[in-house]
T-cell receptor, first 113, second 110 residues
């Protein structure tokens, strides 16, 4: 049973470009969470999605960031017009339902030049 | 909002026992989680406490006191591979959304 799959593992973008981060949850998991981790800081919640629905986006910056989890295919975290401050590790996690432990992917390290 | 505190760094000797403390303030508490994270890798689940008391799982144990907003992770018979960050996280509300502390970086030495 494959774990949570994230790609790419590393992503380099120049300021102003778009970044697309993908996450395929574990088989049978319908809940997806995105977290951001800056060096020497904890994991910060960004958004919680179920299939075709955003349940909680209280941790998402109001501009440039968006997320989706379509009926078919992986969840996508999209960052438009990236800035240097967006450089971080972005982790996706999934769970089979509410009130369950989270299973994390290996993360995408985004570097903005 | 939530507030979670844990020590930034700890050092312990191979074969010893170490206790990592975590205090939290939150509303809508539905459980406390501990995760292990090696540098550059994904956090991996260690333990979950929702009721007061001690949960033991091999070399690792976790304790929770809800009235005190306090938990600890106990690691016995430390091994070099236990050098990692240990993340305390609180679940709130009706979903699996977790709020994480900044993590405790544990260094195991010879």
């Amino acid at each position: 049973n494959a774990g949570v799959m994230q790609n790419p593992r590393h992503l380099v973008r120049r300021r102003g470009q778009e970044a697309r981060l993908r996450c395929s949850p574990m088989k049978g998991h319908s809940h997806v969470y995105w977290y951001r981790q800056l060096p020497e800081e904890g994991l910060k919640f960004m958004v919680y999605l179920q299939k075709e629905n955003i349940i909680d986006e209280s941790g998402m910056p109001k501009e440039r960031f968006s997320a989706e989890f379509p009926k078919e295919g992986p969840s996508i975290l999209r960052i438009q017009q990236v800035v240097r401050g967006d450089s971080a590790a972005y982790f996706c996690a999934s769970s089979p339902g509410a009130l369950n432990k989270l299973f994390f992917g290996s993360g995408t390290q985004l570097s903005v030049l | 909002g939530q507030n979670i505190d844990q020590p930034t760094e700890m050092t312990a000797t191979e074969g010893a026992i170490v206790q990592i403390n975590c205090t939290y303030q939150t509303s809508g508490f539905n459980g406390l989680f501990w995760y292990q994270q090696h540098a550059g890798e994904a956090p991996t689940f260690l333990s979950y406490n929702v009721l007061d008391g001690l949960e033991e799982k091999g070399r690792f144990s976790s304790f929770l006191s809800r009235s005190k907003g306090y938990s600890y992770l106990l690691l016995k018979e430390l091994q070099m591979k236990d050098s990692a960050s240990y993340l305390c996280a609180v679940g709130t509300g009706t979903a699996s959304k977790l709020t994480f502390g900044t993590g405790t970086r544990l260094q195991v030495t010879l």
